[in-house]
C-alpha cells in the first residue's frame, strides 16, 4: 500500500526528471504496469503504476554512466530525502536494475523488471512501420522482432522474459502491454 498518490509521484517525476524522453518513457512504464496489476494485483493497482512512474527517478541525477550500480539506489535517496519512505516502492524502483544489487523476487519486481523493456521495444517495433503507430503493430510481429537478437539490442530479453515468474505468458504479456501503452499513444507518441 501506498500512501503516495499518483499527482504526488508525477510532482516528483517532473521535479527531478526534465527529458521529454525519459517522461514519456516512465508514463508508457506506468501504464504497463497498471495493466499487469489489473490482472495481477488489482488492489495495488496505484502502487503498481507509480512504481512503473518512478523507476527512473534517479535517470539525470544518478552517475550511471559512470556507474550503473548507483541507478536505483540514488532514486530511493531522492524518494527519502522527500520524506517518501515505502520499501515496497524502494525495493521495486532498485528490482529493475540488479546490478545495484538487488534482484527481482516478489510479483511487482519481476513485473517491473520486464516492462522496462517492454516498453521500449514495443516502440522500436512501431517505428518499423509506415505511420510509426503502436495500433499497427501485431502480436507475432512482436514475437517475430524479439527473437531478432540485433533488432532494439537494448531491451534486455531476459529481463523482459520474467514475465513469466508473474504467471503470465508471453503472449498475454504482449497483448496487456500493447493495450495499456495505446490508451495513453497520443501522450507518448505512438
Ligand atoms: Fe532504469
Ligand atoms: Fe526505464
Redesign the pocket.
Known sequence: MTDLTRQQAHDLLTKYVKGEHYITHSYAVEAIMRGLAKRLAPQDEELWAICGLL??LD?ETAP?REDMAT??PVAVQILRSEGINNPVLENAIMA??PICGKNPETTLEFAIIAA?PMSGFLKAVAQIYPDKKLASVKRKSVTKRFKETRFAAGANRDFMMLIEKTGISWDEFIDIAMASMLEIADEIGL
Open positions: 523507476h527512473d535517470e550511471w541507478h536505483g529493475h536494475n522496462d
